[in-house]
Nanobody, 123 residues
Framework: QVQLAESGGGSVQAGGSLRLSCAAS????????MGWFRQAPGKERNFVAT????????YYTDSVKGRFTISRDTAKNTVYLQMNRLKREDTAIYYC????????????????WGQGTQVTVSS
């Protein structure tokens, strides 16, 4: 089992920045990818970004390219999401996820989930 603990959410004005962190513990040796998803009220949980745990390859949904950066620190078993130039439409609960099969954009490909952290962007 892998446990994930997110931190770093909060409220910010449009154009501002936040950095989310997600620390993994437990059987972390099986992790092949870690990602971030988000879920706005009344909507589905959607892919934001993912990173390969070994090679470091990254993938993003189009709406955050150029504004968000995902990175990982394998020594600390931690993944980060640096979010710049935030927009109101980025408001959501952000979930960290870990998978044992490799990078993917579907929620079904991830095996472990954090509790989520709220990000609120106001104009």
């Amino acid at each position: 089992q892998v446990q994930l603990a997110e931190s770093g959410g909060g409220s910010v004005q449009a154009g501002g920045s936040l950095r989310l962190s997600c620390a993994a513990s437990g059987r972390t040796e099986n992790i092949k990818a870690m990602g971030w998803f988000r879920q706005a009220p009344g909507k589905e949980r959607n892919f934001v970004a993912t990173v390969s745990w070994t090679g470091g390859s990254t993938y993003y949904t189009d709406s955050v390219k150029g504004r968000f950066t995902i990175s990982r620190d394998t020594a600390k078993n931690t993944v980060y999401l640096q979010m710049n130039r935030l927009k109101r439409e980025d408001t959501a609960i952000y979930y960290c996820a870990a998978g044992v099969r490799g990078v993917a954009t579907s929620t079904y490909e991830y095996d472990y989930w954090g509790q989520g952290t709220q990000v609120t962007v106001s104009s």
